[in-house]
């Protein structure tokens, strides 16, 4: 696995006395491949390029198989460091996680989430056990045939671990939130895989990503401890679903080979204002647990963030699923018989409507497809926000 390095070989960093400190930029974008407000930030010297270690966006796809909105992205992200930096995009697309959701249904607005390692200290650190830290791996490239696999489940703890690491994350306990990026199987992969002689768990490509869900999901948990490191819990992927991770959001998509992870938690070796908390949600209409997210930041909702508040939230994210029992709080929902609409279309627009309206603000990352990540029908709210 490759720790995340955007500095060319042999070159030192430029503030390695000083402890890092963490710049969120949340960032609009009028089209898939609009990174102009990075380069904006870039050419005005508010970050550097070599300083950038994550991306987390929300484009206008249809948050399927064939949502190339997610590669157009990070073609373009990728062409725009390259450039910058005097560096390969190839190289750089295996060492800086980008992890991406299609699909901004009703009002959630497409935007991308930078995450800068500045390296300088803040003027003054907030209350609390210590300033927001970020850590990143991406794994060895995942073969088809482990997609949705107890192989896969030991990538992403193994990445997740590595992640922690490099974060300066000693402590399960202190990591608030992990982003995770898995690969999924498509026929061209699964016929490959075949013709080395594997067989793939599935070949069909939208069943191949809820079982890559449901694999990262579960190596985050054993990475925190929310699970024990057990093989014969493969059995239990995508059919117990009382086993999961309160901290996890993973994505599928065709335009990843390998695990991409990214984590969040709090360390002491770490400066600066940010800090971040996430809340399970135990199903769609759980507004509840957007207040419980907001609490430990010192926010309160009521019922809509206030002007001062919402100015102190950097990003948002929120993992959901319409319930597979095909009812919410006892009532049938028809999400899942919809022939017209795709049931993740419909629940990322109605939680994302609910949670935009507790903070005022659209700009949210709203993701479908939450098998093992929250309760089993809900999901979960994480918030980053500076303290007051």
Known sequence: MNAHALLPPGTAPTQAATRPCLAVHRLPMAHPGDLSALAALFD??????????????????????????????????????????????????????????????GVLSPHYVVFARTGRPAAAAGPGPGALAIGTAVSAPLPAQHVGRWAQVASVAGAVREAMRGAGIARAEDVAFVQVKCPCVTAARAQAAAAAGHTVLTADSGRSMAAARAAGAFGVAIALGELPDDPALEASMLADFERFSRRASISSGVEVEANEVIVLGHSAAWEGTLRMACAPMRDALDIGAVAEALRPLGMNAAPQLSAADAARVAAVFVKCEPDRRGHVRGLRH???????????????????????????????????????????????????????
Not at 55 to 83: C, H, P, W
Not at 355 to 360: E, I, K, T
């Open 44 to 105: 005005e010297g508010v970050i550097e390029p070599a300083q950038v270690v994550a991306v987390i966006g929300k484009t206008e796809g249809n948050g399927g198989v064939n949502d190339f909105t997610r590669g157009y992205f990070t073609q373009t992200l990728m062409s725009l460091l390259a450039a910058r930096l005097g560096r390969p995009a190839a190289e750089l697309l295996r060492e800086l996680p980008c992890i991406l959701s299609g699909g901004t249904e």
């Open 334 to 388: 028809t999400m899942l018989d919809d022939t017209d609409i795709n049931a993740q279309r419909h629940i990322r627009g109605a939680v994302g409507g609910m949670v935009a309206g507790v903070l005022g603000d659209a700009r949210i990352f709203v993701s479908g497809g939450a098998e093992h990540q929250g309760p089993d029908g809900g999901g979960l709210v994480a918030v980053i926000a500076h303290a007051a």
